[in-house]
């Protein structure tokens, strides 16, 4: 069985997001890019799906957009805010520590 890769669920939507030339990704698209890039996703085991929508639903930084007149499918496009200030480290998105004065 592979392993889960080693980044957050708001990790690897993000990396899935900025994947794309528009910088936003329906949740099926989001899907497919994370069952294309990690072997674990590619299973029977169907349950990180629900971590993924749960990461989008709950976590501030992204942004539902609606998807538009005359587009084909259900859902919205996701992107991230442009606000949430996150840096790439080790291979990660991380927050950048707010500072208190």
Known sequence: KPEKPPFSYISLIIMAIQ???SKRCTLNEIYS???????????????WKNSVRHN????ECF?????????PGKG???TV??????KFEHGAFRRKPKLFK
Request: no cysteine.
């Open 33 to 47: 890019y994370l069952q294309r890039r990690f072997p674990f996703f590619r299973g029977s085991y169907q349950g």
């Open 56 to 59: 989008l639903s709950l976590n």
């Open 19 to 21: 994947s794309s030339s």
């Open 76 to 78: 919205h496009f996701w």
């Open 81 to 86: 805010d442009p606000s949430a200030d996150f």
């Open 63 to 71: 942004v539902k957009l609606p998807k538009g007149l005359g587009r």
